[in-house]
């Protein structure tokens, strides 16, 4: 699988990466743990988990997914994989963790018992990046990357990264790293797929200008892109049928990626793929390996025959009269998402 390096750093990965937010809830430890040998087999290197995974989260298993990690990484040489995972900021989402009752920030604190307990659980001296996963908007970003600086002076990180950040949060942490001497965020992970192109608004011209990386989750749109929603189906155990039991702001969310709008377009690429002979799943992921930002497009799975396509994204190229339909679909479709 060929490799990409993650920003300025001197992180080389490869093009996909494995995400591991089902680990230790819709993938039980043995399904998660047959889940990384493939991955790994197929040429995945770059392992992306977090402190608050699984997702959705058991108070009795958050934590699981980084656990699941290293148990696995235990088996293997330690260089042989980049590490990803990330603390937990002030869970500004749509889902909350039962972790340190709720209350947390991103300041030093929290930031370094984060650290800690993720090396724990990874079974591992050093993280090759650590992300935050949600913005603190009212902490001054130079508290929150003096820590992380401290970090990677320690040797406990390599690199950092941000996640679910605006173009005026991500700039505005560069300019701070520039002015203070300090880390700079590497990377950051946003939700992007053909169903959500909102990060090519403002993010992409600076992740461009600034040699930050794009590592997108959810290509896939949450599985609408796999055209299991077709025709209004709800499948048992899917994502956003599962979210039809949660709170309203979580079921208006899922309505947005849902509804008749995105379903209609979801049907519409699925069509430009098979004039590719391409599956849909497929596509999708090869779609965002297109973009010039993008590090390595992060996939997931609850059972190991699920990678099959995606992990043929990686080979999969996609003729330019298609990208150009997939960008006329966008244009008639457009909305806002995310």
């Known amino acids: 699988m060929r490799q990409r390096r993650l920003g300025s750093s001197g992180l080389m990965v490869s093009e996909i990466g ?12 043995a399904a998660s743990l047959a889940i990384l040998n493939k991955a790994f087999d197929a040429g995945v290197d770059f392992i992306d988990a977090a402190e608050i995974y699984p997702v959705p989260p058991d108070a009795k298993w958050v934590g699981a997914s980084e656990e699941i990690c290293g148990k696995w990484l235990a088996e293997r ?3 042989s994989v980049i590490l990803a995972t990330k603390v937990a900021g002030p869970f500004g989402g749509w889902f909350r963790a039962p972790i340190r009752n709720g209350k947390t920030s991103l300041d030093r604190h929290h930031i370094e018992r984060a650290v800690e307990g993720s090396l724990r659980r990874l079974r591992t001296d050093y993280i090759d990046l650590y992300q935050t996963h949600w913005p603190d908007p009212d902490l001054p970003i130079e508290e929150t990357l003096e820590a992380l600086d401290r970090l990677v002076e320690e040797g406990k990180v390599r690199a950092v990264g941000c996640s679910n950040q605006t173009a005026y949060g991500l700039t505005k942490s560069l300019w701070a790293s520039e002015r203070g001497g300090l880390a700079r965020y590497q990377t950051i992970q946003n939700n992007f797929s053909l169903l959500n192109r909102r990060f090519e608004d403002e993010l992409a011209e600076a992740c461009r200008r600034e040699r930050v990386s794009l590592l997108p989750y959810s290509p896939l749109a949450g599985g609408v892109l796999s055209g299991k929603y077709r025709d209004g189906a ?3 155990g899917a994502r956003f049928t599962r979210y039809d039991d949660h709170d309203a702001r979580t079921q208006a969310m899922a309505k947005r990626f849902v509804g008749e709008r995105p379903l ?3 049907a519409r690429f699925a069509k430009v793929a098979r004039g590719c002979d391409l599956s849909p799943v497929t596509f999708a992921i ?24 995606t992990l043929a994204g990686a080979e999969a190229r996609i003729p330019e009269d298609a ?9 008639e479709i457009r909305y806002p998402l995310g």
């Open 18 to 29: 494995l995400g591991t937010m089902t680990f230790g809830s819709m993938a039980d430890e």
């Open 234 to 236: 709800r499948p048992a």
């Open 323 to 331: 990208l150009a339909e997939c960008d006329r679909i966008a244009k």
């Open 264 to 266: 209609e377009a979801a």
């Open 77 to 79: 040489p330690r260089d």
């Open 286 to 309: 090869a779609w965002t390996l297109t973009k010039d930002f993008v590090g390595s497009t992060l996939i997931g799975a609850t059972h190991p025959d699920q990678l099959d396509e």
